[in-house]
């Protein structure tokens, strides 16, 4: 496996994010859907704390790589005088019979710097891996963190680098991005550098607040932005409601994607809902795919 980092410019590339302003809108759904219909694509699900998009495309993992995305301390008993400052001031409680638990500890550092007899060193941890996968369609760049880990942000970033030098190497036409839900760390480094993004949202009041933020975040990267309404049929009013506020704004409504019971019969068999297609969902999603893809 070539893992050169050397990056061949490929000009025709287009990186494609899409996002929700909170978790169980059919993020993942849409994006195994535009997978499914792409060529000649790579795909980064950047979603590190609960990465499922593999589930739907059922890659074969070619290649993996650790993460380590902090420290944690460590305590050298030689040097310990057990003199009870770093266990008295650990505000984690991570600290037990001079042995630091490696799942509370926070990697804060603060019992190195009060540590009198300098025992207390900080090391690197491994925090998660990230994946290189092929698939019938393209290649899959995903991640996990192991239990207790954070730093989820800088693991995104971690994903979408290795996904953008496979595209740029490999001169795919587009890299599909899988963000995480709400507005935190992992969506901010899953925006940057990212030419255009699709918000999916849901008919429901907290789906309209959610938009909302997520949009103003946007609004921030100056990233221009469609919206995709899933399950638009099973609240009319609220659905009326997202196109007004649409309206307002200036951005266009991409599609409107109707509740069908196929969706779940697609993922409990481990599908997309585009392989089912003559379902609702499936016609839709594939309308979306052309309006927002093959006009770009």
């Avoid at 979603?47 to 290649?63: I, K, M, S, W």
């Avoid at 996904?163 to 587009?174: L, V």
């Avoid at 609004?219 to 196109?243: C, E, G, L």
């Amino acid at each position: 496996m070539n893992t050169d980092n050397t990056i061949l410019m490929n000009t025709d590339l287009k990186h494609v994010v899409i996002v929700s302003g909170k978790g169980g809108t059919g993020k993942t759904t849409l994006a195994a859907g535009f997978t499914k219909l792409a060529e000649n694509v790579v795909v980064a699900d950047c979603d590190v704390d609960a990465a499922d998009l593999h589930l739907v495309l059922q890659p074969e993992l070619t290649q993996s790589y650790p993460y380590q995305g902090g420290k944690k301390a460590v305590i050298d008993l030689a040097a310990c005088t057990e003199c009870s400052l770093c266990i008295d001031h650990c505000r984690f409680e991570a600290i037990h019979y001079f042995v630091v638990d490696s799942l509370a500890c926070e990697g804060c550092g603060f019992c190195y710097h009060i540590c009198p007899e300098n025992a207390v060193r900080m090391e690197e941890v491994t925090s998660g891996y990230y994946h290189e996968n092929v698939f019938s369609g393209g290649e899959l760049v995903d991640a996990v963190l192991e239990p207790g880990e954070g730093n989820s942000g800088k693991l995104v970033v971690e994903v979408k680098k290795r996904a953008k030098i496979i595209a740029e190497q490999k001169m795919h036409n587009w890299l599909l991005i899988d963000g995480p839900p709400g507005i935190g760390c992992p969506v901010n480094a899953s925006l940057a550098g990212v030419d255009a993004a699709i918000v999916i949202t849901e008919p429901t009041v907290s789906g309209l607040h959610d938009l909302e933020r997520i949009v103003q975040l946007l609004q921030r990267f100056r990233m221009p932005a469609k919206i995709v309404i899933n399950k638009y049929d099973i609240n009319p009013q609220m659905t009326a409601r997202i196109h007004q506020y649409a309206l307002e704004r200036n951005m266009e409504i991409a599609g409107t994607i109707p509740f069908d019971e196929n969706v779940d019969q697609a993922l409990l068999n481990g599908k997309s809902i585009v392989e089912y297609p003559d379902s609702p969902a499936a016609k839709e999603i594939s309308k979306i795919w052309q309006k927002v893809f093959q006009t770009n």
